[in-house]
């Protein structure tokens, strides 16, 4: 229901000409140091790079939207486990920075099949 409502707003704002609705998917839980896709949603389409940070400072990676406002990259992982957050910010004074959560988990939880994965 979030998406749609919120998608429904983005549509409504585009329409008046306010600004642009950022938003992020992917994340969830992954294993140390692997590498997973995330993906970017009504980015400003001006060229201005998204840059995409771990809640711990470090960039993970930049992205250009294309003319539909739309990116994706891929991300590693980072190599110690826990609950982190990803932040996505376009370098614009009217663009608002976008979080999801990840789960780094370590390998050997994987090998007890505790835990689903992306």
């Given at each position: 229901?979030?998406r749609?409502?919120?998608?429904?707003?983005?549509?409504?704002?585009?329409?008046?000409?306010?600004?642009?609705?950022?938003?992020?998917?992917?994340?969830?839980?992954?294993?140390?140091?692997?590498?997973?896709?995330?993906?970017?949603?009504?980015?400003?389409?001006?060229?201005?790079?998204?840059?995409?940070?771990?809640?711990?400072?470090?960039?993970?990676?930049?992205?250009?939207?294309d003319?539909?406002?739309?990116?994706?990259?891929?991300?590693?992982?980072?190599?110690?486990?826990?609950?982190?957050?990803?932040?996505?910010?376009?370098?614009?004074?009217?663009?608002?920075?976008?979080?999801?959560?990840?789960?780094?988990?370590?390998?050997?939880?994987?090998?007890?099949?505790?835990?689903?994965?992306?």
């Amino acid at each position: 229901m979030k998406r749609i409502v919120a998608g429904a707003l983005c549509a409504i704002l585009a329409a008046s000409g306010a600004q642009a609705c950022e938003d992020m998917e992917g994340g969830g839980t992954v294993l140390t140091n692997a590498q997973f896709p995330i993906r970017g949603h009504s980015y400003w389409t001006d060229k201005s790079p998204a840059t995409i940070k771990w809640s711990t400072g470090t960039v993970a990676a930049t992205a250009t939207p294309d003319e539909n406002g739309e990116w994706s990259v891929t991300i590693k992982a980072l190599p110690e486990p826990g609950s982190y957050k990803l932040v996505a910010t376009q370098d614009r004074e009217d663009s608002a920075p976008v979080a999801i959560t990840v789960n780094v988990v370590p390998q050997r939880a994987a090998e007890a099949g505790s835990t689903q994965f992306n």
